[in-house]
DNA sequence: TTAGGGTTAG
């Protein structure tokens, strides 16, 4: 760089020169070249010219530089020299530097000017510097300053940011002139800080008064009405939008597609995100996850093969929409494409694809998958760890899964709940309920999933008496308040154990009203134990709540044909058929050998299906000779 | 020679 057109003497050069050597600039040694050739020239509007230039620039070279020479400077400078900078320190990475750069000139005797109070205000919100805001906004009382629109926002939003909430809507109600970027001010904080109700308010207050509201302040209003998660909001803003023809931008467009698929509104969300000319990573994984819950998994997949760059989280979306929808193979088809692409896993990534493979149930993959855990080093996570247990439950590993508990470094109460859980599906209830007494004794806090777990096992195992122990504690030793399940499993308990009465007392004193499984527990159990009439009172029940169940029909049409009320039996079945409702049916599934079998009611396909039926004849008959029958009644017009 | 407001996925 050559800033010296002669050695000997050197001539001033223009402010445009200036600002056109000065974007060269690349280090401090530069810097100083130029600096020492404007001093050279002495020329006072150069040097000013200088400072702006150094002060309009990102670099923090630049800025650093600018600071010293202002320290240089021997009289108090002119707020127009200094503003420029103070914005852009405001801006900086280091936005206390603008205080401490205020404070100086402070103690120099200089003075501020209304764009002066700005950037310091900002840099205050920024490192929530209450003290030296509030001192500011004292300042800007003094000087008159504050009856500027700009400065009183700015003071406002010191204060909302500083966490003082209440002295920021007093600065609010103070103006006597509010534009739309005041009121967005105001709103947002008050989204920030979750006061939503004040938020809404505020937006209608601002209706009537008669300002229309931007984009920007519809995006949070919208981002707000998300956060609710109360959909009675969602149609409101939809309304708002058609009737006020708003313009919309891509940030309003994203939050509006999250908002709606978020609450499920997919054809709706779908409608603005057809709107948007670029998609960001962002609002396409929201779609894939909208759809994925809505159980339009196809739907799903279309978003996200259309989707270009994915990234590990919507990878992980993809994965866990597959994992939570029964689809199991293919999250796992897709996890292995997410590793061909070279996207690592992390923790989340890993515990959907460990999901998935609980949901299969097979024990091989299962291995498969625990090993794939290590290989990507998640020996050691919680979470991995919590699912690897839940996974081995469900696949029939109990003791691989009390392995995985007894390794894990760190246990939480999930990991707890969970190895609890594991237990009672095993029939382990009092495997389950010394685990329980450990947690108890290691100081881990249950929560309402615990509960369900060790109330499970009881009523499993028949533990009558030690689950109304544990019912009871909940409530007067751990402050947790039973919820629908408890009550379910207490159902459920006394129901198993043919203490129907205590059953029917349970679902009488709940505080909320029973549901189709509370009153379909009690009806099984009525069905268990030959209470028809009770059972029958149940059913009903069921069918008021859910006209179609299925189980309740079946019922119903087996009590009628004990009875031989055989008109009726029609009736019922005739009606299940016009409105195909069929028994869902269970599905037992047996892995033997690294392969999956299959088995449904009277399911004649498996190759060796003859060889089977006669081993369960054969099996059967033993049992029928050690004094067990076999229960026909359920079955009496079902099969 | 300058100024105050925004959204978002597992």
Same mark, same amino acid.
């Given at each position: ?79 127009? %020299? ?280 097979? %024990? ?135 203490? %129907? ?20 527990? %009690? ?117």
């Amino acid at each position: 760089m050559n800033v010296r057109p002669n050695m000997l003497t050197p001539s001033p050069i223009t402010s445009t020169a200036v600002q056109d050597v000065l974007s060269h600039c690349k280090s401090l040694s530069h810097i100083k070249q130029l600096h020492a050739h404007i001093l050279r020239t002495v020329s006072d509007h150069n040097l000013n010219t200088f400072l702006f230039n150094l002060s309009s620039s990102s670099s923090s070279i630049s800025l650093n530089y600018s600071l010293s020479l202002f320290s240089s400077i021997p009289s108090p400078p002119e707020p127009f %020299l200094f503003n420029l900078l103070l914005r852009n320190l405001s801006r900086s990475a280091e936005p206390r530097a603008t205080i401490l750069f205020y404070q100086r000139i402070r103690h120099a005797g200089g003075r501020l000017d209304r764009f002066s109070f700005t950037p310091i205000l900002k840099a205050a919100s920024k490192v929530s510097a209450l003290f030296e805001g509030m001192e500011l906004h004292g300042l800007a009382l003094k000087t008159a300053a504050l009856s500027d629109p700009f400065v009183k926002t700015a003071v406002l939003d010191m204060y909302a940011c500083c966490g003082r909430i209440v002295e920021a809507r007093k600065a609010f109600d103070e103006m006597p002139q509010r534009d739309v970027v005041t009121w967005n001010t105001m709103i947002e904080r008050y989204c920030r800080c979750g006061l939503l109700d004040e938020a809404f308010k505020l937006f209608e207050e601002m209706k009537c008064s008669n300002v229309m509201p931007d984009e920007m302040i519809l995006c949070n209003i919208v981002s707000a009405c998300a956060r609710t998660g109360d959909t009675r909001y969602n149609r409101a803003v939809y309304d708002f939008l058609k009737e006020n023809d708003v313009r919309m931008d891509a940030h309003l467009l994203t939050a509006l597609v999250t908002m709606y698929a978020g609450a499920g509104c997919m054809d709706i969300a779908r409608e603005f995100h057809t709107k948007m000319s670029v998609r960001s990573l962002f609002v396409s994984t929201a779609m894939v996850s909208g759809f994925s819950k809505a159980g339009r998994l196809e739907d799903a997949r279309d978003i996200f093969d259309q989707t270009g760059k994915k990234d590990l989280v919507c990878w992980t979306t993809m994965i866990s929409a597959y994992a939570e929808s029964d689809h199991p193979e293919e999250a796992l088809r897709v996890f292995e494409e997410m590793c061909r692409y070279g996207t690592e896993p992390d923790e989340i990534a890993m515990g959907s694809v460990v999901s998935a493979c609980a949901n299969l149930g097979v %024990l091989e993959n299962a291995k498969w998958v625990h090993e794939l855990t290590h290989r990507n080093g998640f020996e050691s996570s919680l979470t991995v760890n919590n699912a690897l247990i839940n996974m081995y439950a469900k696949c029939g590993g109990l003791d691989a899964a009390r392995d995985v508990f007894e390794k894990m470094p760190t246990r939480n109460v999930v990991s707890w709940s969970s190895m609890i859980n594991a237990f009672s599906m095993h029939g382990e209830a009092n495997d389950a309920l010394t685990l329980f007494a450990r947690m108890k004794q290691e100081n881990v806090e249950p929560n309402d999933v615990t509960f369900v777990g060790v109330l499970y096992g009881c009523s499993h195992s028949g533990l009558v008496e030690e689950g109304k122990k544990i019912f009871a504690s909940m409530s007067d030793e751990y402050n947790v308040t039973p919820k629908l399940e408890h009550y379910g499993c207490m159902v459920d308990l006394f129901g198993r154990a043919n203490r %129907l009465q205590e059953a029917l007392e349970v679902i009488e004193s709940m505080p909320m009203a029973p549901n189709v499984v509370i009153w379909g527990s %009690l009806m099984s159990a009525c069905r268990v134990h030959g209470e028809l009439e009770l059972g029958e009172f149940a059913a009903r029940r069921i069918l008021e709540l859910e006209p179609d169940h299925d189980g309740a029909l079946v019922l119903m049409s087996n009590i009628y044909a004990r009875e031989h009320r055989w008109d009726d039996v029609r009736k019922v079945r005739r009606g299940m058929e016009e409105k195909n409702v069929f028994k869902e049916k269970g599905v037992s599934r047996i892995d033997l050998n690294g392969k999956s079998h299959e088995f449904l009611i009277g399911d004649k396909r498996h190759t060796e299906s003859d060889e089977i039926y006669a081993k369960l004849k054969e099996v059967v008959s033993e049992l029928k000779l050690a004094g067990c029958v076999p229960d026909g009644g359920s079955v009496l017009v079902d099969v």
